[in-house]
């Protein structure tokens, strides 16, 4: 079981993500359907924004996230940033806009009170705000959200000065205890509407 486990982490990581053709390949990562994927460590993309994922990319170029060697989930993407051209993102974002869904919900269930500091900036569904540079985060996976809440608070992300989107987000993750952490991540990936193929 390890031994796959190991060579199919390892033909991962040596596998180009663009096809011979020169087309690049976000699905190989993020999933067939964007939906995000726990193996690769690669989230959701079908419910964000396009204005927030070229901010990302950007994020990624300028090294605003993956601030060290630990966060290999961050330096895998900035891997992939540092290589597209201008035509391959536009590709990409035409991806993002075919395989979108919605997965901001008026009905949650389990609402934990720290929620509600969350909706000033992200939506009163968690349906993200591009005014403010915030993300839908409703529907994101699970597991990512954990992670992503974690480098915040530990300085993998929003320490830039150049990167204010982060830095407000960076001062929000402080107040969060380890706790919050889990019961917002829990909340907010149980509506992730991608059935995983
Ligand atoms: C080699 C695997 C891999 C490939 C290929 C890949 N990604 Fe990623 N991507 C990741 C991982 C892993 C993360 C999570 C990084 C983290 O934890 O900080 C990520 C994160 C992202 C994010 C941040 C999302 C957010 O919610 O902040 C964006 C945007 C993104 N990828 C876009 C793309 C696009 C567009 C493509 C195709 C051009 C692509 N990725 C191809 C692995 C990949
Ligand atoms: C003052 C506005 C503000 C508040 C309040 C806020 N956020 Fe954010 N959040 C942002 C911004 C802006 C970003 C994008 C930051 C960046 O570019 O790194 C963000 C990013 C995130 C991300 C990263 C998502 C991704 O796709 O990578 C998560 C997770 C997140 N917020 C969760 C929360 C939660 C949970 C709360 C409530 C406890 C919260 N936020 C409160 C503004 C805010």
Redesign the pocket.
């Known amino acids: 079981m390890m031994k796959i486990l190991i060579i199919l982490l390892t033909s991962?990581?040596f596998v180009t993500?663009f096809a011979t053709s020169g087309e690049?390949?976000?699905q190989?990562?993020?999933g067939s359907h964007l939906q995000g994927n726990v193996v690769?460590?690669?989230?959701?993309?079908n419910n964000?924004s396009t204005n927030?994922?070229e901010a990302?990319?950007n994020a990624?170029k300028q090294a605003f996230?993956?601030k060290s060697a630990k966060?290999q989930?961050?330096l895998?993407?900035r891997?992939?940033?540092m290589q597209?051209s201008q035509q391959?993102?536009a590709a990409?974002?035409a991806?993002?806009k075919k395989l979108r869904v919605t997965n901001a919900s008026s009905k949650p269930s389990n609402i934990p009170a720290s929620w509600q500091t969350c909706v000033a900036c992200h939506g009163a569904n968690g349906e993200g705000n591009d005014s403010l540079n915030a993300?839908a985060i409703m529907g994101?996976q699970p597991w990512?959200l954990f992670?992503?809440l974690h480098?915040y608070q530990e300085g993998?992300?929003g320490m830039e000065p150049a990167d204010e989107a982060g830095q407000l987000m960076r001062q929000t993750s402080l107040l969060l205890s380890a706790e919050e952490i889990k019961q917002l991540s829990q909340f907010l990936g149980q509506s992730n509407k991608t059935e995983i193929k």
Do not use: S, W
């Open positions: 991962l990581i993500p690049l390949n976000c190989m990562c993020h690769t460590g690669a989230p959701a993309l964000l927030y994922i990302q990319l990624f996230r993956a966060d989930a961050g895998d993407m891997v992939v940033a597209l391959e993102i990409a974002l991806l993002v993300p994101q990512y992670k992503q480098d993998q992300r």
